[in-house]
Each structure stands twice: as C-alpha cells, then as structure tokens.
Nanobody, 123 residues
Framework: QVQLVESGGGLVQAGGSLRLSCAAS????????MGWFRQAAGKERELIAT????????YYPDSVKGRFFISRDNAKNTVTLQMSSLKPEDTAVYYC????????????????WGQGTQVTVSS
C-alpha cells in the first residue's frame, strides 16, 4: 500500500519559516517525480514545486521563488519543502504528490497524493 505522509505544518507568524516533510512508503521512491501543491480555502489546488528523479527542480508560482526550496532524500524516501519569509497568503493545506513521470504532476494527475498538512501564517 502506497502512502505519502506529510508533516511539519502548523501556525507561524509572518516572516517565519517552516519545513514540510513527506515520507513515502510502498513505492520505489527513487524513480518517482515528486511535487508539492497547496490549496487555500476556496481556491484551486496550486502546484508549487517539483523535483524529478534526476533532481531537476522547478518552482512554479513567482510568489514562492527565492523563499521555498524543494529537496529529496532517496535514502530516506522523503521530499522536503523548506519555506521561509512566510506570508499570510501562504496559508493553505500543503500536499505532496508522486508521479511516475513529471508530467503526471504538472498536469495535476499524480499517481499518489498525500493527505495534506495545514500551514497557517498569521499577520
């Protein structure tokens, strides 16, 4: 059974930092592309960042560039999203996703989703 389990969310003041982790099990992690999405209340799910199995990284919304950093550790089957200089508009449920190909993620059709972790940034 494949599981993606996010952790590290919480309440933080604007300007603060959080480190989200996604632990994967039940799949050959090293060959999967991974991504982080977020969904704010009343909004569509937004792709934030992806990392391929070859460690090619792409950030999508301009609003996170330079503040968010994605990484993966194939030895630990984890993908991490380091977030800094957080803003109230970063408040959302953050999801990790796994795809056999990067296109599975960029087209919002990953093979697997995590359950999400809430990030709340207070002003």
């Amino acid at each position: 059974q494949v599981q993606l389990v996010e952790s590290g969310g919480g309440l933080v003041q604007a300007g603060g930092s959080l480190r989200l982790s996604c632990a994967a099990s039940g799949l050959p992690f090293s060959i999967y592309a991974m991504g982080w999405f977020r969904q704010a209340a009343g909004k569509e799910r937004e792709l934030i960042a992806t990392i391929t199995r070859s460690y090619v990284i792409t950030y999508y919304p301009d609003s996170v560039k330079g503040r968010f950093f994605i990484s993966r550790d194939n030895a630990k089957n984890t993908v991490t999203l380091q977030m800094s200089s957080l803003k109230p508009e970063d408040t959302a449920v953050y999801y990790c996703a796994a795809g056999v190909t990067i296109v599975d993620i960029t087209t919002r059709r990953p093979n697997y989703w995590g359950q999400g972790t809430q990030v709340t940034v207070s002003s």
